[in-house]
């Protein structure tokens, strides 16, 4: 006997089969929300600046990268914007212990700032002057 996932029920409309998608991506909102817990947590945990350097824990590594390239396609980023992703990302600027996490969070916020919105944003906050 073969095994598989069931088929959708046939009157489920196509949008709420999509209703996880970030845009038109096979990402997930539900990924992105874990991926952006588990880095306030690493930053709300790592907050002491004089903490010693320290790599990346290589999956939160690998997923932030999937952040990065995401960012790359600018339909998109109005989806990201939803989730205050410039707000929390300002957060990881403060953070000197992992130099590989400021770098990922640099681009990813450099690739954001194709948005007049997030611009703005970036434009209002004093983290950034």
Not at 39 to 52: F, G, Q, V
């Amino acid at each position: 006997m073969c095994t598989r996932n069931p088929s959708p029920p046939p009157d489920l409309s196509d949008e709420l089969q999509h209703a996880d998608n970030i845009g038109d991506t096979a990402y997930s909102k539900r990924w992105l929300f874990s991926l952006l817990m588990d880095l306030l947590k690493l930053i709300k945990s790592n907050s002491d600046k004089n903490e010693p350097i320290e790599e990346l824990d290589a999956d939160l590594e690998e997923r932030l990268c999937c952040l990065w390239d995401l960012t790359v396609n600018h339909d998109v980023l109005p989806y990201l914007e939803e989730f205050n992703l410039v707000s929390i990302l300002s957060e990881v600027l403060n953070c000197e212990r992992f130099p590989r996490l400021l770098e990922i969070c640099v681009g990813v916020l450099a690739n954001m700032a194709y948005s007049t919105s997030a611009c703005q944003k970036m434009s209002d906050d004093e983290t950034f002057m």
